[in-house]
Structure formats: C-alpha cells, structure tokens
C-alpha cells in the first residue's frame, strides 16, 4: 500500500501543472509553405460529413500539429484504424531497413525522388489512400525526417482516442508485479472508469530513489533526486532573522 499511497499523495499536484486546452492549427507551421494549405485541405476534404472534429490530447510543436492534422482527416475519413495499422508498418520497416530510414532523412534526396519513392512503398504496401496522401505532403515538402515523432504522436492520440491511458513510471529498478499491480489500480481510480490504463517501466538510475508518474501530460515526481533540489534550494535561501 506503501507505493499507492505516496501515488494518492501527489494527486493534487496535478492540478496546478498547466496544460494546454488547445492546439494551434498554423502557429507551428514554417509561413510560406505550401504544406499549411494542403493540409487544412486534407484535414477537412472528406467524403462523410461528421462535423467538426477535436484531438483527445492537445499536441505542441510542428510535430504535433502534422499529427493532429492527421488524426482529424483520419476520424473524418473513418480510416483511423487503417492510418495506424500503416503508419505503424512503416515505422517498424525503418527500424529493420537503416537503407530506408536513412532515405528519409538525408537532406540531399531530390524531393522528385523522395515523392516517387513513398508513393511505390506506400502502393506496394497497400497503403490506404489517406496515409499515402499524408506521407506524400511530408515527402514533398521534406518532413519524412520527422517521420517517426509525427507517428510517434499520432500513436498517441489514437490511444486516446479509444480511451486507452498510457502510463510511464520511471524507478531506479523494475518494480516488482505486485507494486506494479498496486499502481495500476491507483491509477486507473484516478483516471476513472471508462479507460484502460497501460503501464510502461523506465528505469533511470539517475532518481536515486523513489518514482515519476507520467501521463496525460501530467507529471508527478517523487524521486528522491527532486526532493535533494528541493532541500538544497531551500537551504540556500538567505535567513530572515528579523522574526526571530
């Protein structure tokens, strides 16, 4: 009960941590790009008419904007499941071929060739018309380097939009099942019924001691190491001696 507890105890940190309700469509985007254009288009051209659309998580960054783009096409397109099944082929395909995540990422790579190559991968594949679009837009306007943060936070929306948690708890060493099982169940009464809650271990030798529990861009730290910058920094603030 030890671990739930000190979990509970930092529950009301979390609502002093700001976070942001809102993404910004454009903000993040280079001025001038052909890509902000063809992306609004993408995002809002579909067939079915479902309204307007929201991201479950709020995103940051140019990152964040491309995936939030992607999601609303997605949701609108009724094509979520299939975008992710894709996206996550083709991730897996640049982890075991360095060949073709090089290609990605090399600056040098006509934008020509770079088109044409992801346009034969993504028929090749079998890829849904949506993702072959979307990595077409990255491709021609040289953002395949970032291709993996981009799916990385789509990933993330698209847990939450099934209304999936996911949880990351950094500790010095793997918790034991039985603590694991404790947090989990913590959790998943503070983040209420509904959803399913994912626990993922990091381990960081560098805590010292204690636990961070991080989700939903929230972040709870317990680890001894803040505690140590804590007392240090109270320890050098200057004495008032007037009250004593």
Same mark, same amino acid.
């Not at 904007?65 to 397109?77: G, H, Q």
């Not at 982890?95 to 990605?104: A, E, G, L, V």
């Not at 979307?134 to 799916?151: P, Q, W």
């Not at 010095?172 to 603590?179: R, S």
């Given at each position: 009960?030890?671990?739930?507890?000190?979990?509970?105890?930092?529950?009301?940190?979390?609502?002093?941590?700001?976070?942001?309700?809102?993404?910004?469509?454009?903000?993040?985007?280079?001025?001038?790009?052909?890509?902000?254009?063809?992306?609004?288009?993408?995002?809002?051209?579909?067939?079915?008419?479902?309204?307007?659309?929201?991201?479950?998580?709020?995103?940051?960054?140019?990152?964040?904007?491309?995936?939030?783009?992607?999601?609303?096409?997605?949701? #609108?397109?009724?094509?979520? $499941?299939?975008?992710?099944?894709? @996206? /996550?082929? &083709?991730? *897996?395909?640049? =982890?075991?071929?360095?060949?073709?995540?090089?290609?990605?990422?090399?600056?040098?790579?006509?934008?020509?060739?770079?088109?044409?190559?992801?346009?034969?991968?993504?028929? #090749?594949?079998?890829?849904? $018309?949506?993702?072959?679009?979307? @990595? /077409?837009? &990255?491709? *021609?306007?040289? =953002?395949?380097?970032?291709?993996?943060?981009?799916?990385?936070?789509?990933?993330?929306?698209?847990?939450?939009?099934?209304?999936?948690?996911?949880?990351?708890?950094?500790?010095?060493?793997?918790?034991?099942?039985?603590?694991?099982?404790? @947090?989990?169940?913590?959790?998943?009464?503070?983040?209420?019924?509904?959803?399913?809650?994912?626990?993922?271990?990091?381990?960081?030798?560098?805590?010292?001691?204690?636990?961070?529990?991080?989700?939903?861009?929230?972040?709870?730290?317990?680890?001894?190491?803040?505690?140590?910058?804590?007392?240090?920094?109270?320890?050098?603030?200057?004495?008032?001696?007037?009250?004593?």
């Amino acid at each position: 009960m030890a671990l739930a507890g000190r979990v509970r105890s930092g529950i009301s940190l979390f609502k002093t941590i700001a976070v942001s309700d809102s993404v910004s469509s454009a903000r993040s985007f280079p001025s001038g790009r052909p890509l902000i254009p063809a992306l609004r288009d993408y995002a809002t051209a579909s067939a079915q008419k479902t309204g307007n659309v929201k991201v479950p998580v709020a995103l940051v960054g140019e990152s964040g904007n491309f995936a939030s783009w992607l999601y609303i096409a997605a949701v #609108k397109m009724n094509s979520l $499941e299939k975008i992710e099944s894709d @996206l /996550s082929e &083709l991730v *897996e395909a640049m =982890k075991t071929s360095p060949i073709f995540s090089q290609f990605t990422k090399d600056p040098s790579v006509p934008r020509e060739t770079r088109l044409a190559a992801i346009v034969d991968v993504c028929d #090749k594949a079998k890829f849904a $018309e949506p993702t072959k679009n979307f @990595l /077409s837009l &990255l491709a *021609e306007n040289g =953002k395949l380097k970032t291709l993996d943060v981009i799916v990385k936070k789509f990933m993330q929306l698209t847990t939450a939009h099934r209304g999936d948690v996911k949880v990351l708890v950094t500790t010095v060493m793997p918790l034991p099942p039985a603590e694991e099982k404790e @947090l989990k169940e913590t959790l998943q009464e503070i983040i209420g019924e509904g959803k399913k809650v994912t626990v993922e271990q990091k381990i960081d030798p560098s805590i010292y001691g204690g636990l961070i529990v991080e989700f939903q861009q929230k972040v709870l730290d317990m680890s001894i190491r803040t505690r140590a910058q804590q007392m240090e920094r109270l320890l050098r603030e200057p004495v008032d001696l007037s009250n004593l």
